[in-house]
């Protein structure tokens, strides 16, 4: 369940909203040397300011196959080169699209409790079980199916808490 709300944090992370953070664009796969590379392990990204992305690849031959890795992105930027640096200005959302990624951040949130009420119920099926073979009795049965709610519970509430401030950062404009 952990590990399910950081890889939303992670994959929030991708989502651009009007400031620019290099989490943006690591992920992006290269083509380097003939293997899909994540940007980041090819190229140094910083931030120098608020709605601005500079990426400064270790080796300027790859300058031309990362900016069509961006163009064939899902983000909708322009990367702009100078030969050494590629630079990704951000511009501002629109309304619209501001709305179009507060619904990709809360179905996929949605998705996320899926996973996690799933999970559930794998460990619900376990507990059922162990109490069929007497290896515990059913008030441990009970007692351990209580707390795995309360957990169950507490995991929903970081997703919901993540996706509102996801959803509160898209929307400053």
């Known amino acids: 369940m952990r590990a399910s709300v950081d890889g939303f944090k992670t994959e929030l992370a991708t989502i651009r909203t009007g400031h620019a953070t290099p989490a943006l664009v690591e992920h992006i796969k290269v083509e380097y040397v003939g293997v899909p590379t994540p940007l980041n392990q090819i190229a140094g990204i910083s931030a120098p300011e608020a709605r601005l992305l500079v990426i400064q690849p270790w080796d300027r031959s790859t300058i031309p196959n990362i900016e069509k890795a961006i163009l064939k992105s899902d983000l909708g930027l322009n990367p702009t080169s100078d030969g050494n640096a590629i630079r990704l200005a951000l511009p501002p959302l629109s309304e619209e699209r501001r709305q179009e990624l507060t619904r990709m951040v809360h179905k996929r949130a949605e998705d996320r409790k899926i996973v996690i009420r799933n999970l559930r119920?794998?460990?619900?099926?376990?507990?059922k079980e162990l109490e069929k073979n007497k290896e515990i009795s059913q008030d441990e049965h009970k007692r351990a199916l209580n707390q795995l709610q309360k957990l169950t519970d507490s995991f929903i509430a970081d997703i919901e808490q993540i996706a509102?401030?996801?959803?509160?950062?898209?929307?400053?404009v």
């Open 164 to 172: 509102r401030d996801k959803e509160a950062e898209l929307m400053e």
């Open 121 to 127: 119920h794998e460990v619900m099926d376990g507990l």
